[in-house]
T-cell receptor, first 115, second 114 residues
Framework: DQQVKQNSPSLSVQEGRISILNCDYT??????FLWYKKYPAEGPTFLIS?????DKNEDGRFTVFLNKSAKHLSLHIVPSQPGDSAVYFC??????????????FGKGTKLSVKP | NAGVMQNPRHLVRRRGQEARLRCSPV?????VYWYRQLPEEGLKFMVY????????ESGMPKERFSAEFPKEGPSILRIQQVVRGDSAAYFC????????????FGEGSRLTVL
């Protein structure tokens, strides 16, 4: 039973355009969401997060949007750069309100940004 | 400025052997997490440890797997009598704040079971 779903295994975008990566979740108790980025043969790197009390969080070129009623979040990258090519994982802490290092990850979306 | 250090990066074992994976967290971090990534899958939580304590092992298989984080030295994930299905990338992560999912991951240890 996948509680965090990333339904697009891959996405290809032209350099300079917007990349939109999507994530759906099933558990309405989740109250915090994170995006991680992973290059091949490396560990994931934390990118950006959002609390359920917000609907948007922005950090430079990266913005995460949360739609609680639809149980959907998205990561926008504007403008996309070739160095953004990586696998992006959506995640949510299993234990709401407690220790949040037990993360439930989606399967990831591989982003390719073409020059 | 060392991040999370994992070794070995690659480990090959035959069925029935033991695998030991080591993880040194970011200096000053007292929370260590182990995750496993199977091919074409996302990362799956295995265990959360603090020094000398297992806090949450809800993701650990019931048999053959164990983890420790001693007072001195690295955290160790031990897999006894490995089987082919144990072949995966094992990632260690550390954090200094228990109530955040913002973790620092190591580069992973890739276990191949022949």
């Amino acid at each position: 039973d996948q509680q965090v779903k990333q339904n697009s295994p891959s996405l290809s975008v032209q350099e300079g355009r917007i990349s939109i990566l999507n994530c759906d979740y099933t558990n309405s108790m989740f109250d915090y969401f994170l995006w991680y980025k992973k290059y091949p043969a490396e560990g994931p790197t934390f990118l950006i997060s959002i609390s359920s009390i917000k609907d948007k969080n922005e950090d430079g070129r990266f913005t995460v949007f949360l739609n609680k009623s639809a149980k959907h979040l998205s990561l926008h990258i504007v403008p996309s750069q070739p160095g953004d090519s990586a696998v992006y994982f959506c995640a949510a802490p299993k234990d709401y309100g407690g220790s949040q290092g037990n993360l439930i990850f989606g399967k990831g979306t591989k982003l390719s940004v073409k020059p | 400025n060392a991040g999370v250090m994992q070794n070995p990066r690659h480990l090959v074992r035959r069925r029935g052997q033991e695998a030991r994976l080591r993880c040194s967290p970011v200096k000053g971090h007292s929370h260590v997490y182990w995750y496993r990534q199977l091919p074409e899958e996302g990362l799956k939580f295995m265990v959360y440890l603090q020094k000398e304590n297992i806090i949450d092992e809800s993701g650990m298989p019931k048999e053959r797997f164990s983890a420790e984080f001693p007072k001195e030295g690295p955290s160790i994930l031990r897999i006894q009598q490995v089987v082919r299905g144990d072949s995966a990338a094992y990632f260690c992560a550390s954090g200094d704040k228990p109530n955040t999912g913002e973790l620092f991951f190591g580069e992973g240890s890739r276990l191949t079971v022949l």
